[in-house]
Structures are given as C-alpha cells and as structure tokens.
C-alpha cells in the first residue's frame, strides 16, 4: 500500500481500467438530480455523486459491476474511505490551494484538451486512456476546465 507520494501526478502502474464501461455504468445509473453540486466563488465548478463513504458504504454499486471490481483493484494499492464520480464544469476553474489529504488516486473517464491540474510552474493533463493516476493533493494546486465539456473522473481518496 502506498502510503506517501513526492512528486505531483503520475500514472500508476499496477492495473489498467475499462473507461468505456466505467462511463457506461455511470450512465446507466447516476442521477442528475443526485449530484451534489460544488461552489467555488459562487460558481458551481464541480458536481459529484459519492460511492463510498467511510470504507463500508457504497451507494448503487450493486448495478455497477465493474465499478464495484475497480473499487476492489484500487483497493489493493490504496487504503481510502471516499469514492466519488467528480464532473468539473466547462470553463470553470478552482483558485489556489491545498488539500486536507496528501494524495488521492482519479481515474479520469471523459476529458478535453482544456483539462489541466496546475502545481506551481507545471501543469498536468491526464487523458481517459485507461489510466490510474496518484494525484498529490498536499501541494499547492489548481483545476481548469478551460474545454466547452464537463470533465469526468473516478476518484478514491481518505478524509
């Protein structure tokens, strides 16, 4: 289990995923209307729907199969206690700042070019190519979603 992480993004190794049939048991089973939506500055930036909460909870994951096995690979790497499915909206962004928790693991299933998570003078793009990265959330950072597209991502971290 990984317990610490130095740099700021980067793919991990252990397994690949499936991002067309994670965005399809989202599709299948979110529901708009249970999205809890996410202000920065008063702007709703970010809409997410929890799948897990506190390790024991997860919500829905008996229709989503797949979800359920990539919860369980993640598992194997990661101790976390939340799992959300986290839609950044279109030209949004979030302002400077640092996470309560060092690092968190996104699986990112939908994405355009716009997408950047910023630390410092770098910046980072993750594609929906089957991935799983460790993102460090104890640094500095920002989100932009500069694209004309929400962003989606699988996302498994502790509070």
């Known amino acids: 289990m990984r317990t610490s992480f130095e740099g700021w993004i ?3 190794n252990e397994f690949k995923v499936d991002v067309d049939a994670l965005v399809q048991e989202y ?13 920065f500055q008063e702007v709703r930036v970010q809409r997410r729907y929890r799948l897990q909460d ?14 359920a096995y990539v919860i369980e690979q993640v598992k194997s790497v990661f101790d976390f206690s939340h799992t959300h499915y986290r839609i950044v909206m279109p030209y949004t962004s979030y302002g400077w700042h640092t996470d309560a928790t060092e ?8 994405t355009n070019a716009g997408c950047w998570f910023i630390y410092e003078d770098k910046k980072f793009r993750m594609p929906a190519n089957g991935d799983v990265y460790i993102v460090n959330q104890g640094r ?4 932009v979603n500069s694209g004309g597209d929400p962003r989606l991502h699988l996302t498994f971290m502790n509070f």
């Open 10 to 12: 980067e793919p991990i």
């Open 27 to 39: 599709r299948d089973n979110i529901i708009e209307d249970e999205l809890e939506d996410v202000y």
């Open 54 to 67: 506190l390790n024991q909870t997860y919500f829905n994951v008996d229709k989503m199969p797949y979800t």
């Open 103 to 110: 690092f968190c693991y996104h699986i990112p299933l939908i």
């Open 140 to 143: 500095e950072h920002t989100f």
